[in-house]
Every structure is written in C-alpha cells, then in structure tokens.
C-alpha cells in the first residue's frame, strides 16, 4: 500500500546535537511538508518543497534545515540552533492536484535529554 | 494575514447527539478546504476535501459545509459515537500561497 513513513517514532536529543527525521513516500506525490505540533496546537510549518531539488521555508523555519535530492524523500533536520526543539513532528505529500487530500505520516516525537 | 481559527477547542456530549464544529478563515481566495481527524500520539486522517466550487461534501456521519463569502466552514457528525473522540482539525490550502494553515483544531469527548 502506498503512503508515508516517518522514522524513527521517537527520538532523544542531547544538548547541542543536530538529529535527523526522515520522511519517505512512495505516493508519487510531488509536494512534500514538515510540520511541527505542540501540545494543544495546530499544525505550523517548518518547510516545504513543491519539486526535487528545490524548498521554501514556512513559518518556523529558524533552527531547521531541509534537503529534496530525491522524490521520495525529505529529511528534516533539527539543528542545535533550535533552542526548543520538544514536539511532534508531521511530514506530508500532496500530489499537486487540489481535488486530493494531503496525505500524513505518523509522526516523530522529538524530546531534549 | 491568512489564519484559520476553530470553536471551541474542546466540546463534550452524550453519545447519539449530533454535534456541529466550526472553522474560520480570513482570505476566501481557496484552493480548498480540509477537515481531518487525529487521535492521541498519531498523525492526521483525511475525513473531508471540499473544493473552492463546492459548497458542501458529505461521508457517512460527516458532512462538510464551505461558505467563501463569510470564510466559514462546519463539520457536522450526526448521531455521536465514542469512537468518534478525537481532535478535528481543517486547513486552508490559499490560492496564491502554495501552502495550507491549520486551525488548532477541536478536542472531541463523546461520552458512552
């Protein structure tokens, strides 16, 4: 079955490490998304990339980064300059056609140690 | 600025009610609008997608309305089922953005 595969479903992070997310789809979809949750909130959007080799930052870029060398794949990477990194994090795909939904993965927490 | 708000953040009932929950939004230049589910520790479930054209979509016990005019959108459950506690959330994908917002979503109790 198609869909998306975030990993791993939990992750540590150590003072002043960068730790990686990886999202992997295998919708053919083009788009693709990361968000981040917190507790009680909405969806805010840390980056997204509409193509291969090509991203724009949403609205909480700061403290993240992103690469698209492949369809498939978007890993997000959340670096030491992000001060509050604690959250559940969402990466989606969309195929580009406005008569579909986006379609999620299941998510990474994200915890300091 | 492009926002979307939901009211309330957090509805109780007996279950059988049918209940109505409510998104907002400030621009109605829409590609769409989505209504999803996500329970506790999970990611989101698509439940709804009506097209900036439509005026309502229907699924089962679901029932998506969309009015651009006054940037309002109600998902109605008819008949509650504790299994339908949940969060609701709708995002907005903007016509010029090429990105969507979500509300904070509707914490959900049905009570057996």
Redesign the interface.
Known sequence: DGGIT?SPKYLFRKEGQNVTLSCEQNLNHDAM?W?RQDP??????IY?S?IVNDF?K?DIAEGYSVSREKKESFPLTVTSAQKNPTA?Y?C?SFKGD??????????T?LSIL | KQEVTQIPAALSVPEGENLVLNCSFTDSAIYNLQWFRQDPGKGLTSLLLIQSSQREQTSGRLNASLDKSSGRSTLYIAASQPGDSATYLCAVFWYNAGKSTFGDGTTLTVKP
Do not use: E, I, S
């Open positions: 975030q998304y968000y009680g909130q909405g969806l805010r959007l997204y509409q724009q949403g559940f969402l989606a406005f008569n579909q939904p986006q379609h999620f993965g299941d998510g927490r």
